[in-house]
């Protein structure tokens, strides 16, 4: 029984490091899809080849994160395996519950911990918790220009890979129109290792590319999983419209704060 709980507690600490270390990659410019995918990879050791790892290596503090990720990841499985093994070699010895109960145990806390940890309230509080965790007690390189732009609630500065096939890829700027979306291109690294600072519309995009962009983490990973087909026009339409109303709702609570002020209020 002690090594069912040790391997649950070991698979729930194993939630937690990851969640962290996502977010701590979210932080220094990675979108969160991208932050959650590298953070699980260096954590179980299953590797990573593609441009988005470069990313990762080529940072300071990336590169730190994720170097701790995989030594705690190391142990992390290490121990999870030598527990599974006492949970049920020790049922041989006769000693403990019967083995029909540790696999049910076993089963049925693995699944509330995957639920729990699928859930979207737990992962907004949970990232609450962790960002002001991390602001108090960590020193990210984000916390410079995060002060200057005054980033706040889902506005981030991104890192936003063009993927062959995506919806940026072979279009300009000007016919991808981000800006239309609320997504705002604040540089362009090209595959040949060019960067662009402030691109003009004219700017063509292709896969491999590198954006630095700013705007809502949701609106800017809905774009990156967009594909260049009518399903991809589709979404880029219903993005536009829902820009529209988040910029008018943002207009009113700006006007309306200006008016009580004007009142004294």
Known sequence: ?????????IVTLSILVTRTAAIALTHTGLTRETARFQARSAFTGAGFTTTESEQVVGHPVRRRIVLLLMLLGNAGIVT???????AFVRQHQGSGLPLEVKIGLLVAGLVILWAVASSRTFDRLLSRVIDRWLSRYTDLDVRDYAGLLHLSGDYRIVELAVEEGGWLDGRTLA????????VLVLGVGTKAGRWLGTPGGDTRLEAGDTLVVY??????????????????????????ADQERVANEERAELEGRDEGQERGD
């Open 1 to 9: 029984m002690i090594a069912v709980l040790s391997l649950l507690l």
């Open 175 to 182: 016919e991808a129109r981000p800006a239309e979306e609320g």
């Open 80 to 86: 999870a395996v030598t527990s599974l093994i006492l």
């Open 215 to 240: 705007g809502r983490t949701s609106v800017i990973e809905a774009v990156e999983r967009r594909r260049s087909d009518w399903a991809g026009a589709r979404d880029h339409a219903r993005a536009i």
